[in-house]
């Protein structure tokens, strides 16, 4: 091992990776939650799949397939938090695919023969919030290099 070489190099983690972790994390226990008020039986029956008279979380509406999505965004969120780039890419993937929920829950709520995820202005308002935070996640700058001490050896000034 050279004098240059340091085994313990800490990978410095940009904010974005911390909301993409944060993200991540709150879109599965929403799930889980979801899940524990809906059940799990709507997962093999299509018509309670979809359904339109479930439950509320907080003043959200919820069926079970709108638990699978929830579920499948926080998986995501913690599997590409660790890596900048992947970080990145979760950023872009919520705010063009929350940005389209939005866009799609204003012509839905309140029409029951496209409303799948059994939306309400609520959801809605959330969609458009999380659309902007996949935003921020995806152009977030990232973190400068860590800070070198003068006379550190293979390093010029």
């Known amino acids: 091992m050279t004098s240059t070489e340091n085994p ?12 993409t972790l944060l993200v991540g994390a709150v879109f599965l226990a929403v799930g889980l939650w979801g899940f524990a008020l809906t059940g799990l039986d709507g997962l093999t029956d ?10 509320t ?3 959200f509406t919820v069926n079970p397939l709108h638990n699978v999505v929830h579920m499948v965004v926080g998986v995501l969120g913690l599997l590409l938090w660790a890596a900048s780039a992947t970080a990145r890419i979760y950023g872009w993937l919520l705010f063009l695919g929350y940005g389209a929920v939005f866009v799609y829950g204003l012509f839905a709520v ?18 458009l919030g ?19 001490a003068h006379g550190t050896p293979g390093v010029r000034p």
Do not use: Y
């Open 110 to 127: 309140g029409n029951p023969d496209i409303d799948l995820l059994h939306l309400n202005q609520a959801d809605n308002w959330l969609h």
């Open 57 to 59: 979380l907080l003043w």
């Open 46 to 55: 299509p018509e309670a799949l979809t359904a339109h008279d479930g439950p």
């Open 130 to 148: 999380t659309a902007l935070v996949g935003l921020l996640i995806a152009v977030l700058p990232r973190p400068g290099p860590p800070p070198v």
């Open 8 to 19: 313990t190099v800490r990978r410095v983690r940009g904010v974005h990776q911390w909301l």
